[in-house]
């Protein structure tokens, strides 16, 4: 039962992070060269995470995304059984958010000023997969590292964790979003390309790989570079 609450947490969070970040990015859109919808997006995103750090953390730990699932994972944080969990519930949130976005959107027929329910793509590193990937790899690397140090059992940030990594997802979107659209979060990425190839536009899903599988290294790497960091030297 308890992994069960755990799931439904990651659920409610990955909802809440794709139905406030990519519905306010559908709202205002997310041009740089205008620079106020890129503003609110990058700090929907981030006040969404600060949300659901403090409203379901101390339930799931608040991952609400399936690379810090994976970083947590292999700097021991968590099992196996649970990381695949996480996951599945991540994907399923971000899947729901999504639905409920076309149900506003499509079926309501608001304007969609991303042309895509908030998905990622390359436009903004020219339609390049190898760009694409440094970005998403560097900017999840910088991420995922941040919260493996915040959450360190060898750090004390008292309650302002959820703060520090909320803040540090805006600063992340503000140099991200005219790039990738900023993804460090597969299922985040996932949801909105599915929600977009059923409304008609199959672009987004074309490239989702990218978006699964950068942010994935990213973490991995920044796991594996901060087990090595922490870890006691020898004598």
Known sequence: MNGMKKYIAEFIGTFT???IGCGTAMLVG????????????AFAFGLAIIAMA????????????PAVSLGVLISGGMTAKDFCGYVIAQILGAFAGSGALYAIFGMGGVDD????????GLGGVNDSIAAGMIVEII???LFVILIL???SKNQNHGSF???IIGLTLVGIHIIGIGLTGTSVNPARSLGPAIIAAIDG?????ECVWVFIVAPLIGAALAAFIYKFLEGKDEE
């Open 139 to 141: 900017l999840t690397f």
């Open 161 to 163: 964790g959820g703060l």
């Open 113 to 120: 000023r991303t042309g895509g329910y908030g998905s990622n």
């Open 54 to 65: 403090y409203g379901v953390g101390n339930i799931s730990g608040g991952h609400v995304n």
């Open 149 to 151: 140090g915040v959450t």
């Open 30 to 41: 997310c041009d740089s060269e205008m620079g106020g919808g890129y503003i609110l997006t």
């Open 17 to 19: 992070l794709v139905f």
């Open 201 to 205: 536009n199959s672009a987004p899903l």
